[in-house]
């Protein structure tokens, strides 16, 4: 259950962060909603690789190497989903730097509601 809420949550990003960006284009939420299990996807498998394999340039450029191995990712996210669009490497970039802030705060929405509900619960169902 708490996968789907995290696609889901992922997927409302994807689409604040298309929509606030006119560099990036999703034609609908179907679209979105693949856009965020291929990106899931791709940052699950790809990108631990790629971070482990540039670890020393990513050292040396004090971690600003990792935004752009994010927005080489997001570009391949666009060459694999029809109907998500992201138009240069630098909308790539910034599309990145706007999904992890929105992540950030619908993921501390979706938690304080998760805490507040867990709380309203009897003690006996808390696990």
Not at 23 to 34: E, I, N, P, R
């Amino acid at each position: 259950m708490m996968i789907l809420v995290r696609w889901l949550v992922y997927s409302l990003a994807i689409f604040i962060a298309a929509y606030l960006l006119p560099g990036v284009t999703v034609t609908g939420f179907a679209a979105t909603l693949v856009t965020a299990l291929v990106l899931g996807l791709i940052n699950t498998l790809l990108r631990p690789v790629l971070i482990i394999l540039t670890l020393p340039l990513n050292i040396l450029s004090l971690g600003l190497l990792t935004l752009v191995i994010n927005a080489l990712l997001i570009m391949l996210a666009d060459a694999i989903v029809p109907g998500f669009a992201v138009a240069s490497f630098w909308w790539a970039l910034l599309f990145g730097v706007v999904l992890a802030l929105i992540r950030f705060a619908l993921n501390g929405i979706v938690r304080e509601a998760a805490t507040e509900s867990y709380h309203d619960l009897p003690p006996q169902l808390h696990r």
